[in-house]
């Protein structure tokens, strides 16, 4: 079974800092694709970024960059610039092949910015 | 384009109860999967359904179920309520063409048991 495990349970940067947020994932699988999801207090969850285990190059999405480390099981999200409106629940996803939506996710790090 | 909707947004009940939650995906996505998080977890999958058809189902009890209308909209039920099924319950669709791995989470619906 695929699990997924957040060691930091709550993080805080200060604005316009830099923050990584940690994610380690045990599957036997090759192919899977990972994700962080990010959940303000409004509740809704929201895709940040995703990477494709096939991919070597890291994903980017304008201030949010991940080091995936396929070897190691390893994909931390780094949050350039932070933000007040980052705010949030970040939590690690995985989810193995396509059209499969059994999706595991950490238990989450509470990130703060702090002004 | 509206997103996925959930209906009800906050809902209390008893202990023993039933109670049916809503979900509306967005529009032409085929689908629908629910997710059960309890306070201070992240989400876990309870089942996903495409095309009507039950393609998914997580660690759960039988006192869950679901189902898929042909417009795609799905309801979760759970019988026999328990003290610990108070959690927020969402629900995500996603796409087939637009980008097949991404799903679309809606708001959810926080239940208490009582």
Redesign the interface.
């Known amino acids: 079974a695929q699990t997924?495990t957040q060691s930091q349970p709550e993080m805080s940067v200060q604005e316009a800092e830099t923050v990584t947020l940690s994610c380690t994932y045990d599957t036997s699988e090759n192919n899977y694709?990972l994700f962080w999801?990010k959940q303000p207090p409004?509740?809704?969850?929201?895709?940040v970024i995703?990477q494709?285990a096939y991919k070597q190059q890291n994903a980017t999405e304008n201030r949010f960059s991940v080091n995936f480390q396929k070897a190691a099981k390893s994909f931390s999200l780094k949050i350039s610039d932070s933000q007040l409106g980052d705010t949030a629940m970040y939590?690690c996803?995985f989810?193995k092949g396509?059209?499969?939506?059994?999706?595991?996710?950490?238990?989450?790090t509470r990130l703060t910015v702090k002004p | 384009d509206a997103g996925v909707t959930q209906s009800p947004t906050h809902l209390i009940k008893t202990r023993g109860q039933q109670v049916t939650l809503r979900c509306s995906p967005i529009s032409g996505h085929k689908s629908v999967s629910w997710y059960q998080q309890v306070l201070g977890q992240g989400p876990q999958f309870i089942f996903q359904y495409y095309e009507k058809e039950e393609r998914g189902r997580g660690n759960f009890p039988d006192r869950f179920s679901a189902r898929q209308f042909p417009n795609y909209s799905s309801e979760l039920n759970v019988n026999a309520l328990l003290l610990g099924d108070s959690a927020l319950y969402l629900c995500a669709s996603r796409g087939d063409r637009d980008n097949p791995y991404e799903q679309y989470f809606g708001p959810g619906t926080r239940l208490t048991v009582t």
């Not at chain 1, 396509?98 to 989450?108: H, I, K």
């Open positions: 997924v694709y999801y409004s509740r809704q969850m929201i895709l995703r494709e939590f996803a989810m396509y059209n499969n939506n059994d999706m595991r996710f950490g238990a989450g």
